[in-house]
Nanobody, 124 residues
Framework: QVQLIESGGGLVQAGDSLRLSCAAS????????MGWFRQAPGKECEWVAT????????YYAGSVKGRFTISRDNAKNTMYLQMNSLKPEDTAVYYC?????????????????WGQGTQVTVSS
């Protein structure tokens, strides 16, 4: 079992930055592909970004590419999402995910572990 705890959400204005963190309770953190999904009110869950086991490879949804940066620190069992140039359409609950298989990265139905979510609200 892997427990994931997100933090860092909040209310910001358009153009501001925010950094989300995800702390994982596992001794084998580096064996998991880590990612972020988000869900806005009335919308389906949307994949945001993924980082491979040791951080060598990162992947981004088109809507956030160039603005968001995913990273991880395996020594601290923690993953991050740096969000810059935030837009009102980025408003959502952001979920941290963990899965051992890279090919599952954007398929929410196949992800093994989810955090409880953290709210990000961007005002215009």
């Amino acid at each position: 079992q892997v427990q994931l705890i997100e933090s860092g959400g909040g209310l910001v204005q358009a153009g501001d930055s925010l950094r989300l963190s995800c702390a994982a309770s596992t001794r084998t953190f580096s064996s998991y592909v880590m990612g972020w999904f988000r869900q806005a009110p009335g919308k389906e869950c949307e994949w945001v970004a993924t980082i491979s086991w040791r951080g060598r490879n990162t992947y981004y949804a088109g809507s956030v590419k160039g603005r968001f940066t995913i990273s991880r620190d395996n020594a601290k069992n923690t993953m991050y999402l740096q969000m810059n140039s935030l837009k009102p359409e980025d408003t959502a609950v952001y979920y941290c995910t963990a899965d051992p298989i890279l090919s599952n990265y954007d398929r929410s139905e196949r992800i093994d572990y989810w955090g409880q979510g953290t709210q990000v609200t961007v005002s215009s």
